[in-house]
């Protein structure tokens, strides 16, 4: 019974195949846009303006955040007086159309909202192609009651970004504004390469942000991005995936804050494996309490050779994030497992303990020893008899 017990043990020890891992990590990067634009205006104000006399003053609209933009813009013409603090104090018995300027309607259009929108989409960096107006003039019938009055033209800009369907917000559509829709945002695909058990995987330093779609975020926005994991070995592996907290860029404790209140609360992905969804939540990866979170590694199944596999992650940020949230960047890492076996290799040694082998040398342990009790009890009767 011994040598039974023996040979299961050594059992135990021969049939553990000898298995290996090897890891690649990404730093995802998500970013909040400079979301900024502001009227570029030229102008001399005048001393002295005589009915009929034209006066230049030219309106554009520069983009100076980092997201393209819609731009629509608001005139209000007033007669009044100055205060010696310079407060402009209006006078509505005088007629603001005795300020006259011409439009121009090549690259703006009038609505019936009373606002001027921009025909084109504002890209980051760039100013309007044509101005709304380049000059003003008083008109020549303009009467004695506005002798000594000074006149006002204030121009109001407004905004919304260019992606989605942002222009809803105002009761238009793009072809109501004679602008093209905008193509999706979402980014072209990337891509986590494994070269094989000796290399490992392909992760370039400039290869290491999968997240190419997630940049320029807008409270509220939702943005699409594809993951392409290929193995170019000749062996087939188990695929693995986790989430871990990354070193975040050199920033105040403030905005450390707001990153981690961004990545743990605002920030919500779905990632897709095939037709399953494989993780819902937060961005990085930790749900808390007893869920399941991307802390523990998420298995994506077998990648045989010369195959690749698709993640679809879906990002979406929460519309109640307000304006201290513009301009901040996060990163969240990824840490991906290869996980393979040498096919025929078996161990010769006994492999470290485990608590599966524990449990089992214990059941074989205790069914020896059930055994040999069992035995005992039934040949001792019969050797009492014997010395009898």
Not at 149 to 157: F, L, N, T, Y
Request: proline share 3%; hydrophobic share 40%.
């Amino acid at each position: 019974m011994c040598l039974s017990a023996g040979f299961l043990c050594s059992f135990i020890g021969m049939i553990a195949l000898a298995c290996w891992y090897r890891f690649g990590d990404t730093d995802n990067i998500l970013t909040m846009i400079s979301y900024q634009n502001r009227i570029e205006e030229e102008y001399v104000v005048p001393d002295h303006v005589d009915p009929g006399a034209e006066v230049d003053k030219i309106v554009n609209v520069k983009n100076t955040g980092t997201v393209d933009t819609i731009i629509r813009v608001s005139v209000e013409k007033a007669f009044g007086t100055r205060n010696k603090d310079g407060t402009f104090v209006k006078e509505g018995d005088l007629e603001p159309d005795m300020i006259q300027i011409t439009y121009n309607t090549t690259s703006w259009q009038e609505k019936k909202d009373g606002f001027f929108y921009y025909k084109d989409i504002l890209k980051a960096g760039e100013m309007t192609k044509e101005p709304l107006f380049t000059s003003f003039t008083l008109s020549p019938g303009i009467g004695d009651a506005y002798e000594g009055k000074d006149a006002q033209i204030v121009v109001r800009m407004e905004s919304v970004q260019a992606e989605g369907d942002a222009v809803s917000l105002w009761g238009m559509t793009y072809s109501e504004l004679d602008i093209q829709a905008p193509e999706g945002a979402d980014a072209a695909p990337t891509c986590v390469t494994y070269l094989g058990k000796s290399e490992g995987f392909d992760i370039a330093a400039e290869k290491t942000d999968l997240f190419a779609s997630f940049k320029n975020l807008l409270p509220g926005c939702s943005r699409t991005q594809r993951i392409y994991i290929e193995n170019h070995s000749e062996e087939a592996v188990e695929l693995l995936l986790r989430a871990d907290s990354a070193r975040q860029e050199e920033m105040s404790d403030r905005q450390l804050r707001l990153v981690k209140q961004m990545l743990e609360e605002y920030a919500l992905i779905e990632i897709i494996h095939g037709n399953e969804t494989i993780y819902e939540g937060p961005v990085s990866g930790n749900l808390g309490g007893e869920q399941h979170t991307m802390k523990d590694n998420i298995s994506l199944g077998s990648l045989l050779p010369h195959t690749k596999k698709e993640l679809k992650v879906k990002l979406a940020l929460d519309p109640d994030m307000d304006n201290e949230f513009l301009e901040l960047s996060g990163k969240v890492k990824w840490i991906f497992t290869a996980k393979g076996e040498d096919e025929g290799t078996i161990s010769t040694v006994y492999p470290e303990k485990t608590g599966l082998q524990e449990v089992f040398v214990g059941c074989a342990w205790v069914f020896l020893l059930s055994l040999l009790l069992g035995i005992s009890l039934l040949i001792w009767p019969g050797r009492k008899k014997a010395h009898i």
